[in-house]
């Protein structure tokens, strides 16, 4: 007796005949038939390439979460050094949170690690023109290379102290 046939197909004249989503046409779908074949040991029915495909793109949307927190991490320190004036609570906020979202990224993705370099050098530019953007200066007021050591960007203290007391 054959094995039974997985949701999405049919089984005519006693041979499995594919009646499958497309990928293209509903990507949930197509994983969930994947995932099935997968538990069913089913690897001839897998559709290899867009399986490789979408693994690829995990690995790219990591990465992107990695340069994320180090882009709005920099710009709040970029802000916070050139607009002393302006420091809000919330930017202390947000430099926790977002040194947090790194540590989170590389505690599940240690093998981002050797890219650390790479992901604070894609999202500085952007993390200048944001600060640029929000602070209305130019963006050549702000350094043209990230001005932070690891060191400044992960452990550098910002207090309470000097943020500018708000008038009720």
């Not at 990928?23 to 040991?41: C, H, I, K, N, S």
């Not at 949170?97 to 650390?116: F, H, M, S, T």
Request: hydrophobic letters at 30%.
């Amino acid at each position: 007796m054959g094995e039974p046939a997985l949701k999405g197909e049919s089984q005519e004249g006693g041979t499995s005949r594919p009646n499958r989503t497309r990928y293209e046409d509903d990507l949930y779908t197509w994983v969930q038939e994947q995932v099935a074949f997968l538990r069913a040991g089913r690897v001839d029915a897998l559709d290899l390439e867009h399986i490789a495909e979408e693994l690829e793109g995990v690995s790219k949307s990591e990465f992107a979460k990695l340069q994320s927190a180090l882009r709005v991490l920099v710009m709040h320190m970029l802000k916070w050094d050139q607009q002393p004036e302006h420091r809000t609570p919330s930017w202390i906020f947000s430099i926790r949170e977002q040194r947090r979202r790194y540590g989170r990224v590389l505690q599940d993705n240690p093998g981002l690690k050797p890219r650390i370099h790479e992901a604070l050098g894609n999202a500085y530019p952007d993390a200048r023109d944001w600060a640029s953007d929000e602070t209305h200066l130019p963006p050549d007021e702000f350094p043209s290379e990230c001005p932070y050591t690891w060191d400044d960007i992960l452990n550098r203290p910002f207090d309470f102290d000097s943020v500018k007391k708000q008038r009720p």
